[in-house]
């Protein structure tokens, strides 16, 4: 089965905001082999949009699409908004023909690792 | 100078996406000296607010208060709202004859350690 990533972050209109994830997906590209599928998404206020880079990935022949939310914590977005936006996605890609299954992963933020991190960072600055 | 640390979250209508903010807040307090002035505020959506904290810890002696932002990158809320909602507070406790020293850190995520674990994570994810 040919699987592909999204990373999914929140959305701003304000491009400073964006910057650190566009920097954020160079470096996890970087670090994994050539021509991993791995692509940056954004929920809202921000281009590229979630669905539209799903709906590419499957149309070049994706059949999974792993979707990991760069959050830092699960709400509203991540347990209505988002899970919404993949089933009428996946509804649209279906009718069209194209099947696909799209999985949504808890949010980043919730991993020990990166809640470590914060915590030694914040430790660190507070010493 | 009597100091004390606020960690800044946005805020969330939702107690799901509150909740990893606590269990962070209490896991740092723990990694720190008993009786460490550390705090976690909310810039909207989900009390307590970040004003309510920041005055609390001003008309308690605290001369300076470090503001901590737990956001994965700046935008307009940080560049702009937080500022001048500090600034707001800032004057009115000056009014109310309270000197004060408040200090917006840099978001969290910004930093190398969080964003190499978000990778770590997320190339694991892929693996």
């Known amino acids: 089965m040919k699987k592909a990533t999204v990373l999914l972050a929140h959305g701003s209109s304000d491009p400073h905001w964006l910057e650190p994830f566009d920097q954020l997906k160079n470096s996890i590209a970087q670090q994994l082999p050539a ?14 949009m979630l669905e539209d880079v799903v709906i590419e ?4 022949g994706y059949e999974h699409v792993d979707v990991l939310p760069l959050f830092f914590a699960a709400g509203r977005h991540l347990r209505k908004d988002v899970p919404e936006m993949l089933d009428t996605v996946q509804q649209t890609l279906q009718q069209q023909g194209f099947a696909s299954e799209l999985e ?9 690792e990166v809640a470590s991190a914060i915590s ?7 010493s």
């Open 35 to 48: 021509g991993t599928p791995l692509k940056l998404a954004y929920m809202e206020l921000a281009e590229p």
């Open 120 to 126: 030694q960072v914040v430790i660190r600055q507070l």
């Open 57 to 60: 990935l499957v149309k070049c």
């Open 104 to 112: 949504l992963h808890p949010p980043i933020g919730l991993e020990p």
